[in-house]
T-cell receptor, first 117, second 112 residues
């Protein structure tokens, strides 16, 4: 079956441009996570959705970052007025269970590599 | 051998050797630990996990060891294969949290 997909895979933006990154989770998965991964580092949590509800956005680095999952399936991470420090890989992960389950069930997508010039 | 450079620590091994990748975690409240494998251009892939009430857990060709006293985690890969070449991350979670905190990765290079 299909895994988590993300689009675009690569995005080059000029500083100040707005970008939108899409995540298609595994069908039926309740939980959806966004992470930011800088070069040579581990992923860092950005935000968490349970169905359409954004339960945690504590990791979003600034108010330029906004995420939504309006119908509880596809999610979009939007970055407004991009800055060079936003350059990173943005990973999406989904899980069939609600957050905090007793075992790790996150399935990661391939990520979107964002380069801000 | 193992080296720590400016970027990712790197472990180079020969095919067939056993590999040991180490990880130090920081939060004494963490009770769940996970190892991920990340190949170039892909997202992290779950390998094995362990709860804090265990010291050792084995999977297929992989073993995770947990030493809570010194907050240390290791991943052992038996008979390492070229397909094992990737960056390996450990992650920790504290009781009931859904947010894994990833450690610094280790790049494993397997020479045929």
């Amino acid at each position: 079956g299909a895994g988590v997909s993300q689009s675009p895979r690569y995005k080059v933006a000029k500083r100040g441009q707005d970008v939108a990154l899409r995540c298609d989770p595994i069908s039926g998965h309740v939980s959806l996570f966004w992470y930011q991964q800088a070069l040579g580092q581990g992923p860092e949590f950005l935000t968490y959705f349970q169905n359409e509800a954004q339960l945690d956005k504590s990791g979003l680095p600034s108010d330029r970052f906004f995420a939504e999952r309006p119908e509880g399936s596809v999610s979009t991470l939007k970055i407004q007025r991009t800055q060079q420090e936003d350059s990173a890989v943005y990973l999406c992960a989904s899980s069939p269970y609600a957050g905090g389950s007793l075992q790790e069930t996150q399935y990661f997508g391939p990520g979107t590599r964002l380069l801000v010039l | 051998g193992e080296s720590v450079g400016l970027h990712l620590p790197t472990l180079s091994v020969q095919e067939g050797d056993n590999s040991i990748i180490n990880c130090a975690y920081s939060n004494s409240a963490s009770d769940y630990f996970i190892w991920y494998k990340q190949e170039s251009g892909k997202g992290p892939q779950f390998i094995i996990d362990i709860r804090s009430n265990m010291d050792k857990r084995q999977g297929q060709r992989v073993t995770v060891l947990l030493n809570k006293t010194v907050k240390h985690l290791s991943l052992q890969i038996a008979a390492t294969q070229p397909g094992d070449s990737a960056v390996y991350f450990c992650a920790e979670r504290a009781g009931g949290s859904y947010i894994p905190t990833f450690g610094r990765g280790t790049s494993l290079i397997v020479h045929p």
